[in-house]
């Protein structure tokens, strides 16, 4: 069974490294596991965990990123900072489709057979009285 977190990795590395503004930062240094000696500054797709994230009728999963940001500047923060906001810029807000299609393909990828239904009425009743709405 594949990683749930693999299909929406490839959606993050591709939102960072098509943002311009973050590019003419880093240029196209961003890794998941960066090669020995590479030039700072560079942006790192670090650690993930994966948690179980199950509601009512749908099963799922959250996903913790962690990204990391290099720098040898010198003069204090503001290459990280500068770097950093480009990052949640790019992420912040996001088209939702991009990581729908994430999971999609990792439903496909694990065997998944047809749509997911939404929930019925009284599903989403359910769910409105459990967590709000």
């Known amino acids: ?20 503004a973050l ?5 196209q240094r961003i890794y998941d596991r960066p090669p020995t000696n590479a030039p ?23 996903v913790y990123v962690t990204i990391h940001v290099w720098s040898q500047y010198s003069g204090g923060f503001k290459e990280l900072k500068d ?3 480009e990052i949640v810029k790019a992420l912040d807000r996001a088209p939702l489709t991009e990581f ?11 065997g ?3 749509e997911i239904e939404p929930p019925s009425e009284d599903e989403l009743d359910d769910l409105i009285k459990k967590y709000g709405g």
């Open 40 to 62: 700072f500054p560079y942006v790192e797709y670090g650690e993930s965990d994966v948690k179980p994230a199950d509601v009512g009728c749908l099963t799922s999963d959250a």
């Open 1 to 20: 069974m594949a990683s749930p977190d693999l299909e929406l990795q490839g959606v993050i590395v591709a939102r960072l490294k098509g943002r311009p």
């Open 23 to 27: 590019t003419a930062l880093v240029g």
């Open 83 to 85: 770097i950093m906001y």
């Open 100 to 110: 729908i299609l994430a999971a999609h393909g990792w439903s496909e990828a694990n």
């Open 112 to 114: 998944a057979k047809k």
